[in-house]
């Protein structure tokens, strides 16, 4: 073989390795890291909108525990539903107690939850008409726009799991009219 042929036999060597990397270290980064999002529906306006771009970050919650208001990310499905991911906001934490008034009030262990992410008065408290007591490894979590969000009040998506969370939402790319970190 004359040394033409190594060189170019080298080239493509080094150059499917180099692809392979990239090709490792992108599954790597998605699996592990960071990844990007969609919003399909209005279940979290005014804060999120529909077809906003999002990424969510996977390594907090790898460490550290959820925190109330983080937005997070989940698989869902039910018997009319393909798996879809649903993205709301946390509200009660492991080991709390919630209800929710008719008046539309959030209490979290009997007290009344001082937040304005929600975009109007709940009208149909749901399940947490009834106090819902969260498990050791449990989440309530709600859309921001209450009364057009299937969240936890609803049986079908119920209290969420740690291990359920993808990640937590925390910046958008676009519409680039609002890019940068949401909360």
């Known amino acids: 073989m004359n040394d033409k042929m190594k060189n170019l036999f080298k080239e ?6 180099y692809l392979a990397v990239i090709f490792v270290m992108t599954y790597l980064f998605i699996t592990f890291v960071a990844q990007r999002t969609k919003v399909d ?3 979290m306006e005014s804060t999120l909108h529909d077809e906003d771009s999002l990424l969510i970050e996977k390594i907090s919650y790898r460490f550290g525990d959820p925190k109330r208001f983080d937005i997070v990310v989940f698989p869902y499905s039910d018997e009319y539903t393909d798996e ?3 993205i709301k906001r946390v ?13 539309g009030n959030i209490y979290i262990n009997d ?15 749901g399940r947490a008409a009834e106090e819902i007591v969260l498990g050791e490894d449990e989440y309530f979590v709600m859309g921001d726009n209450r009364n057009n969000s299937k969240d936890g009040r609803d049986p079908s998506v119920g209290n969420i799991k740690k291990s359920d969370f993808l990640g937590r939402a925390f910046f958008r790319i676009y519409p680039f009219s609002d890019f940068g970190s949401i909360k």
């Open 91 to 103: 509200i009660g934490l492991p080991g709390e107690r919630v209800r929710i008034d008719y008046d």
């Open 41 to 43: 529906g209005m279940s």
């Open 12 to 17: 493509i060597f080094n150059t499917v390795i």
């Open 111 to 125: 007290q009344i939850l001082e937040e304005n992410y929600g975009k109007e008065v709940i009208a149909d408290p």
């Open 84 to 86: 879809v991911y649903f």
